[in-house]
C-alpha cells in the first residue's frame, strides 16, 4: 500500500529519511495541517482538562462522524460537515444541559451516552446509504493523512487562527472562570457566556483534529498532550507551552511513522501520546517518591 | 440452567424468570399467530430464518442491556460502559488479527477490563483525562489490528471491521443466535438473583454494608455482567452504538418512573421494544442498517420521556421548582453579591 518498491524505507540517516518524507507534496501539506492542528488541539485542550469537559470533547468529536458522513451523503465537501456538526453539537451542549436541570448526574449521563450512540447510528446509516464506501468510512473512524488538498490546508489554517485569536481575547475570563467560577461571576465575569464560547472554540477544534486522527481518536491530541504537560508542572503558562510543544512532537512522529509503514496513522497518534502521558505521570511519581524518601530519610540520620 | 435458590424476601425474583420464558414463549405464540392475520406480510418474513435468530437473540440481548443498563444508570458508571465498548472493538479485533474466533476476544476482554475497572474503582476514581487517554489507546490499537486483519490473507473482504463497530444482527448464524440467547438468558437470570441486594447497594452504599451487604463482591459481580452483556450486545448493534442500548431505555424508564423495580422492567421492555421494532424496519427498508433503526426507537423514547416529564414539571410546581430557581437567579442567591 504505502510501501512500493519505489526506494522508500527507513534508513539510519536521519537527515535522508526527512528528505524522504517531505519530497512528495502530500506529505509536505500532511506536515502542515498535523502542525496547524496540533496548535490549534493544545491550545484548546490544556483549557478543556482544566475545566474537565474531556466527556464533551469526546461527544463533539464523535458527532463530527455523521456531520462528515452525511456531508458527503449530499455531496458536500466533509470538511463543511466536520465543522457544520461540532459546532452546531456545541451550541446545543452548552445551551441545553441547564435547562433539563442538572441535578441527577447519572440522568445526564445517560443522555450523552444516549446521544453519542445515536450520533455514530446516524453516521453508519449516512455511510451504509451512500453505499459501498468501506475505505472512506475507516479513514472517518480512525484518520487518514493522504489526499489532504491545499485548499483543505488553507481552511484549516484561517479556522485554526480565528480560533486561537477569538481564545486569545477570552483566556484571561476563561481561566479566571475555570479556576474559580463563584469569585469570577461576582466580578462580572460573564462565565455562561465565556463557557458557550469556550465549548464553541472546542467544536472547531475537535472538528479540525478528526481530519487528521478520525473522528474516534480525537481525544489523543484534545486529552493526551495537555494530561501530560498538567502532570509536569502545575505553572499555567509552563504547562501550556509544553502541551504545544507534546502535541507537535506526537503529530509529526506520528506522520513519519506512518509513512514508513502500513499501519494506520491514529494508531501512532495515540501510541506516542498514550507514552508521553504515561512518562510523564511516572516521572512525576517517582519525584514524589524520591522526595518523599528524602524527607523521610532525613530524621532518621539525624 | 438450574433455577438459583432466591433468597427470603425476594419476591421479583421466580416470577420474573418465568417471566422473561414466557417472553421467548410469547414472541413464537406471535410469529405463529400473525401467519393468518392481517400481518402476513411480517408473518412470511418471520419464516426466514436470518430473521427469526435476529428476534430471539436480539430480544435476549435486549432483554440483558435494559436490566443491566438499568443500574449502569442507577450506578452512574456510563462511562464504564462507553469505556468497554471500546475494549469490544479493540478485543474483537485483536482476536480476528490472531486468527482466533471473534467470541473469545470479545468476551476475554471485556470481562477481563469490566473486572480490572472494578478492582481500580474501589482503590480511587481515576479522572477523565486518564480514562480518556487509556480509551483513545486502546481504540487506536483497535485501528491497528483492524489494518493487519484486513491486509492479511484471511480478512480479505475487509467487512469484519464494519461489523464489528455497527454490529450484523441479521448476519447471526444459528449457532451464533444459540450462544448469545443462553449468554443474555444467563445475565437476565443474574441480575434478577442479585437484583435486590445490589439495589440497595447501588442507593446507600455505607448502609448496605453496615447490614452485611457483600457490597464489593456485588460490584465484581455486576461489572462482570456488563463486560459480559457488552460482548453479546455488540454483535447485536455493534461495539460503537451498545452504550446506547445500555443507556436509552434505562434513562427512559427512570424518567417514567421512580420505584426501582417497575423501572427495572420497564427498561427492559422498552430495549425489547425498540429491538423489535428496529429489526421490522430494518427490515422493510434494506438500505437501512439494523442498528440505525434499533437506536433510533430508543432515542425517540428517551425523548418522549422527557417532553411528558417536562410538562408535567410545569403544569404542577413539585420537587424540582427549587432547583430550577436556584439555576436561574444563581447571582442574587449568592450571599457574596
Known sequence: MLAPASGIGLSWNIASDIRELLAYQFMVNAFRAGTIVAVAAGALGWFMVLRRQAFAGHTLAIVS?????GAILLGVSATAGYFTAA??????????PRSLGGRAASSESA??????????????LFVSLYGGFLNGLTSLLFGTFLGISASQVLTLLVVAAVALAVLAVIARPLFFATVDPDVARVRGVPVRLVSAVFLVLLGAAAAEVSQITGALLVFALLVMPAAAAQQLTARPAVSFVITIGLGLVIVWLGLGAAYFSVYP?????????????????????????????????????? | ????????????????????????????GVFTGLANGPFSGIANALGQPFLRYAFIAGTAIA???????????????VFTGDALSHVAFTGALAALAAGTSLLIGLYGACVAVALAMAALGARGRADDAAIGSVFAWVLGLGALFLTIYTTSARGANGTSGVSVLFGTIFGLSGTQAVTDTAVSAAVCAAIIVIGRPLLFASIDEAVASASRVPVRTLGFVFL?????TAAAATQAVGALLLLGLLAAPAGTA?????????????????AIGSMWAGLLIAYAAPRIPPSFPILAVATGCYLGAFAITRRGALAGPGRRAPAGSDDVRGERVNPLG
Request: glycine share 12%; charged share 10%.
Open chain 1, 87 to 96: 459546532i452546531a453539537a456545541a451550541l446545543v451542549i452548552a445551551f441545553v
Open chain 1, 65 to 69: 462522524f455523521p456531520g462528515a458522513a
Open chain 2, 1 to 28: 440452567m438450574t433455577p438459583a435458590p432466591a433468597p427470603p424476601g425476594l419476591t421479583h425474583g421466580p416470577l420474573a424468570g418465568v417471566a422473561h420464558r414466557a417472553l421467548i414463549g410469547v414472541l413464537h
Open chain 1, 111 to 124: 443522555v450523552i451516552g444516549t446521544v453519542q450512540a445515536f450520533a455514530l447510528a446516524c453516521g453508519a
Open chain 2, 224 to 228: 462482570g455482567l456488563v463486560g459480559v
Open chain 2, 63 to 77: 432483554a440483558a442491556s435494559g436490566l443491566v443498563g438499568y443500574f449502569v444508570v442507577l450506578r452512574s458508571q
Open chain 1, 265 to 302: 496513522v491514529g494508531f501512532f497518534i495515540t501510541t506516542f501520546g498514550f507514552a508521553a502521558y504515561v512518562l510523564a505521570t511516572a516521572g512525576r511519581v517517582a519525584v514524589a517518591a524520591a522526595r518523599r524518601r528524602g524527607k523521610l530519610a532525613d530524621p532518621v540520620i539525624a
Open chain 2, 254 to 270: 427512570q424518567r417514567l418512573t421512580a420505584r426501582p423495580f417497575r423501572a427495572m422492567w420497564l427498561s427492559a421492555g422498552i
